[in-house]
Nanobody, 125 residues
């Protein structure tokens, strides 16, 4: 069974940094692209970042490009999201997800089929 578990959320001030982690199990991790997505209050889910299975390519939404960095450790079956220069607009529940059983990377939130339970990030001004 594919399992994804996020951690690392919290309450921070504008300009601060935070690192989210996602521990996975139940599938051959290095074969699968992974993504971070988020949902702000009263809004739909939004693509944030994605990384290919080998970790040789990354993709970002325009709203986080240059501030967020996605990475993965295939020896630990985990992905990370380093978030710098956080802004109040980054306040959301952050989810890691994949497109099981599809292994390809995507920036389309609707293609993601397996999601973690999410971790809350709150940025105050």
């Amino acid at each position: 069974q594919v399992r994804l578990q996020e951690s690392g959320g919290g309450w921070v001030q504008s300009g601060d940094s935070l690192v989210l982690s996602c521990q996975t199990s139940g599938f051959t991790f290095s074969h699968y692209a992974m993504g971070w997505l988020r949902q702000a209050p009263r809004q739909g889910r939004e693509f944030v970042a994605a990384i290919t299975g080998p970790g040789d390519a990354t993709y970002y939404s325009d709203s986080v490009k240059g501030r967020f960095t996605i990475s993965r450790d295939n020896t630990k079956s985990a992905i990370y999201l380093k978030m710098d220069d956080l802004k109040p607009d980054d306040t959301a529940t952050y989810y890691c997800a994949n497109r099981w059983p599809n292994q390809e990377v995507s920036s389309n939130v609707h293609y993601y089929t397996v999601w973690g339970r999410g971790t809350q990030v709150t940025v105050s001004s």
